[in-house]
């Protein structure tokens, strides 16, 4: 039996509302559909990796640093009256989720209805948070506007929407099927989450990783952006989180949506659905493409 026979026969008796699980290598992709679904599937905060991505690849090109301020790129968006110690605030510290603000601005992108909040303006409503913590040292406050925030620093140095730009700096170079990005009332791409991609695209964002940022013989990001971006051991990156002995990395989203990706063996498996077991795959799965 193969590991992604395992994967499947795992799903298959633990996760009834599974959709696709999918395998790739250098050497080939296999996918199994368990139920009727749409080609391409809401990612959530999946999303915000790759949304890190378009920072590594600006960071390549010397268009900005990690260690930049957020105001430094976009000083002309803050909103009157916002507090000082945002321009404190480094693009690290936001993909970190350690702005320095507190519980209230964990706007949940997905779920909420920002009309009637009053938050149909996210830039607006984020950077006219009180920052109650020191940037980057403060609590983990975990947060869709985040990355929404990354965004529109990429569509300022870009020029255009970072769904646009990632389009042809990432996912047509991996050839991506049938994507979507929502975007948000100004019609920005939401960054943080609402990415749409099917199991074979997420497994060739995987490869691509685990091939330390090359796929089909093209450079799409450098290793030492992967390995920044994935994090410390046993910590959370730039939208990833990294295991505790550095042998894997993992990216995901609401609900279950993963991408598992395997630099040592070049290998990645992908998993969609509703309620998902990422908990138990971790357990059962994972350490079968460790050996």
């Not at 009637?116 to 609590?139: K, Q, R, T």
């Not at 990432?170 to 929502?182: E, I, S």
């Not at 791409?189 to 093209?218: P, V």
Request: charged fraction near 20%.
């Amino acid at each position: 039996m193969t590991n992604f026979d395992s994967l499947v026969r795992y799903i298959e008796e633990n996760a009834p509302g599974a959709y696709m699980a999918a395998e790739m290598t250098e050497n080939g992709y296999s996918e199994r559909q368990f139920r009727m679904g749409a080609g391409a599937h809401n990612t959530y905060s999946l999303s915000k990796s790759v949304t890190s991505c378009a920072v590594g690849m600006l960071e390549a090109e010397g268009k900005l640093k990690d260690t930049d301020t957020v105001y430094s790129h976009i000083p002309e968006l803050f909103p009157e009256g916002y507090d000082k110690k945002w321009e404190t605030v480094r693009l690290c510290d936001v993909m970190h989720h350690k702005t320095g603000v507190g519980a209230e601005a964990n706007i949940d992108i997905d779920v909420m209805d920002f009309w009637a909040d009053g938050h149909d303006d996210f830039l607006s409503y984020m950077l006219s948070l009180p920052i109650i913590y020191e940037p980057g040292n403060g609590p983990f406050v975990y947060c869709d506007t985040n990355y929404y925030l990354i965004g529109r620093v990429v569509e300022k140095i870009t020029g255009e929407t970072l769904g646009a730009f990632l389009q042809t700096r990432l996912f047509d170079p991996l050839r991506w099927r049938g994507n979507a990005w929502g975007v948000c009332p100004k019609n920005h791409t939401l960054g943080g989450t609402g990415l749409f991609a099917t199991a074979r695209d997420l497994c060739a964002y995987g490869l691509m990783l685990a091939c330390g940022g090359e796929y089909e013989g093209k450079r799409l990001l450098s290793p030492e952006w992967i390995e920044k971006a994935r994090g410390e051991l046993g910590s959370y990156g730039y939208g990833f989180s990294n295991s505790g002995d550095g042998r894997w990395f993992y990216t995901g989203g609401a609900y279950g949506q993963g991408v598992f990706i395997f630099p040592e063996t070049r290998t990645v498996f992908c998993v969609l659905g509703h309620d998902m077991p990422i908990g138990g795959l971790n357990k059962s799965i994972v350490p079968l493409y460790l050996n």
